[in-house]
């Protein structure tokens, strides 16, 4: 999928006056009910936004010093563990270990693996956001109830974006499982492992809409050379080994 800068540009100002407008917004009627109602209005657009450019950036891109991230990203968890033909495993944990030695590539296989995999992952997207998120909420706002709401957003959003990806390739059937949202990101995130460049937004793809990298469905070829997302064909086909 090729990107257009003009949208994606257009697509990052909208984010930014969306939340430049909540700021203005808690720091000219300071009420508690207007920063907890803001706070997360203000701060899921920024997490999808940032969500886009570090996936589509950091992990799916060669940057100075942060080989190991692609590696992982694209050599691990894309081509070797999760191809489309192999979109679910099963076994007791959800993430792949990521601790040396990594190769060959592979699942975890105790739960302190799983949890420094799903815990990286976690606290990667909070740091990002640390900058770009949590400072203008307090220097622009000075209000520590709306800053408290937006620090909680965010971790639950860095929480949330970690184990629901854990949910969609290691499938146990939870409960959440069942839910429509999470089937429709379920075939949204298939989409992307079929199409690296498609679906950047794993969990909030509110800007894979704004940037124009939002691909419902396989093209006519992807669908010759990949398995379907009809759930027959993934019991039989990915999941296996």
Same mark, same amino acid.
């Given at each position: 999928?090729?990107?257009?800068?003009?949208?994606?540009?257009?697509?990052?100002?909208?984010?930014?006056?969306?939340?430049?407008?909540?700021?203005?917004?808690?720091?000219?009627?300071?009420?508690?009910?207007?920063?907890?109602?803001?706070?997360?209005?203000?701060?899921?657009?920024?997490?999808?936004?940032?969500?886009?450019?570090?996936?589509?950036?950091?992990?799916?891109?060669?940057?100075?010093?942060?080989?190991?991230?692609?590696?992982?990203?694209?050599?691990?968890?894309?081509?070797?563990?999760?191809?489309?033909?192999?979109?679910?495993?099963?076994?007791?944990?959800?993430?792949?270990?990521?601790?040396?030695?990594?190769?060959?590539?592979?699942?975890?296989?105790?739960?302190?693996?799983?949890?420094?995999?799903?815990?990286?992952?976690?606290?990667?997207? @909070?740091?990002? =956001?640390?900058?770009?998120?949590?400072?203008? /909420?307090?220097? !622009?706002?000075? #209000?520590?109830? &709306?800053?408290?709401?937006?620090?909680?957003?965010?971790?639950?959003?860095?929480?949330?974006?970690?184990?629901?990806?854990?949910?969609?390739?290691?499938?146990?059937?939870?409960?959440?499982?069942?839910?429509?949202?999470?089937?429709?990101?379920?075939?949204?995130?298939?989409?992307?492992?079929?199409?690296?460049?498609?679906?950047?937004?794993?969990?909030?793809?509110?800007?894979? @809409?704004?940037? =124009?990298?939002?691909?419902?469905?396989?093209? /006519?070829?992807? !669908?010759?050379? #990949?398995?379907? &997302?009809?759930?027959?064909?993934?019991?039989?086909?990915?999941?296996?080994?």
């Amino acid at each position: 999928m090729q990107l257009n800068p003009v949208r994606v540009v257009a697509g990052t100002a909208a984010v930014g006056a969306w939340c430049a407008g909540l700021i203005a917004l808690v720091a000219s009627f300071p009420h508690p009910a207007v920063a907890l109602v803001a706070a997360p209005l203000y701060c899921t657009p920024l997490v999808s936004l940032f969500e886009w450019y570090t996936h589509g950036i950091l992990y799916h891109h060669k940057l100075p010093g942060m080989e190991r991230i692609l590696a992982i990203h694209v050599g691990g968890h894309h081509l070797s563990l999760f191809p489309p033909k192999r979109y679910f495993r099963q076994g007791p944990y959800s993430f792949m270990r990521f601790r040396d030695p990594v190769m060959p590539w592979r699942m975890s296989d105790n739960l302190l693996d799983s949890l420094l995999t799903s815990g990286s992952q976690s606290a990667l997207h @909070f740091v990002i =956001g640390i900058v770009p998120i949590l400072l203008p /909420a307090w220097f !622009a706002t000075g #209000n520590a109830l &709306f800053f408290g709401a937006v620090i909680a957003t965010l971790a639950f959003w860095s929480i949330l974006l970690s184990w629901v990806h854990g949910c969609i390739h290691n499938p146990q059937g939870r409960w959440v499982e069942k839910m429509g949202w999470f089937m429709w990101l379920d075939r949204h995130h298939y989409v992307h492992h079929v199409d690296m460049t498609a679906n950047i937004n794993f969990l909030l793809p509110v800007c894979d @809409f704004l940037m =124009g990298t939002r691909k419902p469905a396989m093209t /006519a070829e992807e !669908a010759a050379a #990949n398995p379907s &997302f009809r759930s027959e064909e993934h019991t039989s086909e990915l999941q296996s080994p």
